[in-house]
Nanobody, 127 residues
Framework: VQLQASGGGLVQAGGSLRVSCVASGDAFPRYTMSWFRQSPGKEREFVSA??????????YYADSVKGRFTISRDNGKNTVYLQMNSLKPEDTAVYYC???????????????????WGQGTLVTVSS
């Protein structure tokens, strides 16, 4: 599986941005798709995940983005989206999409548990 993230950019605090991740292959509906982010000097952190068809497409969020970010997927387009609203300067980071077909719930927030990664897209929120 190859992942291609896009949609990052510069936005003012309080603004919105949507990042996308397109996956190759025909098993996309079965994959758990997640977004992580990493800012300079910090570890990669979980942002959001959406389960595949076997998990009922349930979504999960880090507390820091709950109520502001929304994850969704379009299985017909092999694409997962992260809609980011009410952006804050602390949301500035490189955003990575990740995929796994076999991940278990207890590992959802662990970047080491994912098999496939996109190249990242930079989101910069100015104050």
């Amino acid at each position: 599986v190859q992942l291609q993230a896009s949609g990052g950019g510069l936005v003012q605090a309080g603004g919105s941005l949507r990042v996308s991740c397109v996956a190759s292959g025909d098993a996309f509906p079965r994959y758990t798709m997640s977004w992580f982010r990493q800012s300079p000097g910090k570890e990669r952190e979980f942002v959001s995940a959406i389960r595949g068809s076997g998990g009922g497409s349930r979504s999960y969020y880090a507390d820091s983005v709950k109520g502001r970010f929304t994850i969704s997927r379009d299985n017909g387009k092999n694409t997962v989206y992260l809609q980011m609203n009410s952006l804050k300067p602390e949301d500035t980071a490189v955003y990575y999409c990740a995929a796994s077909r076999t991940i278990i719930m207890s590992s959802l927030y662990n970047p080491d548990a994912y098999n496939y990664w996109g190249q990242g897209t930079l989101v910069t929120v100015s104050s």
